[in-house]
């Protein structure tokens, strides 16, 4: 028996690590900026936006990801989990855009919500 290499693509992955690498520059930002919590949460609206629009990329198209030769894919990107993708982006993003004022008015303004949030959404 020998081993297959599986065939591997960024392309289907990529509106998941957009959410995952832009968290930890936001991590970061939160870390070097102070006291910077609103620019972030814009941030990560406009991360947001930048995955949907990739995940809108996608559409009409079926890839197997980790795919051996001759077998099933582990991972599977097609109309269905996109329409969820979308579905996802657009709760963090209005969710975060419904957020900023309202942490502003109870005096809760911290920038981990946004990154966390981002994290959970990927």
């Known amino acids: 028996?020998?081993?297959?290499?599986?065939?591997?693509?960024?392309?289907?992955?990529?509106?998941f690590l957009i959410l995952v690498g832009s968290g930890l520059?936001?991590?970061?930002?939160?870390?070097l900026l102070p006291r910077r919590d609103r620019l972030i949460g814009w941030l990560s609206v406009i991360i947001y936006a930048a995955a949907l629009l990739q995940t809108l990329g996608l559409w009409g198209?079926?890839?197997?990801?980790?795919?051996?030769?001759?077998?099933?894919?582990?991972?599977?990107v097609d109309n269905f989990s996109n329409f969820l993708n979308v579905i996802f982006l657009l709760t963090g993003a209005l969710s975060v855009?419904?957020?900023?004022?309202?942490?502003?008015?109870?005096?809760?303004?911290?920038?981990?919500?946004?990154?966390?949030?981002?994290?959970?959404?990927?």
Request: no cysteine.
């Open 1 to 15: 028996m020998e081993f297959q290499v599986p065939s591997f693509n960024l392309l289907p992955l990529l509106p």
């Open 25 to 31: 520059v936001l991590m970061l930002l939160d870390l």
């Open 61 to 76: 198209g079926e890839w197997g990801i980790f795919a051996p030769r001759d077998a099933a894919p582990m991972l599977l």
């Open 97 to 122: 855009l419904l957020s900023i004022n309202y942490l502003d008015r109870v005096n809760l303004q911290r920038a981990e919500f946004y990154y966390l949030m981002m994290f959970s959404i990927s």
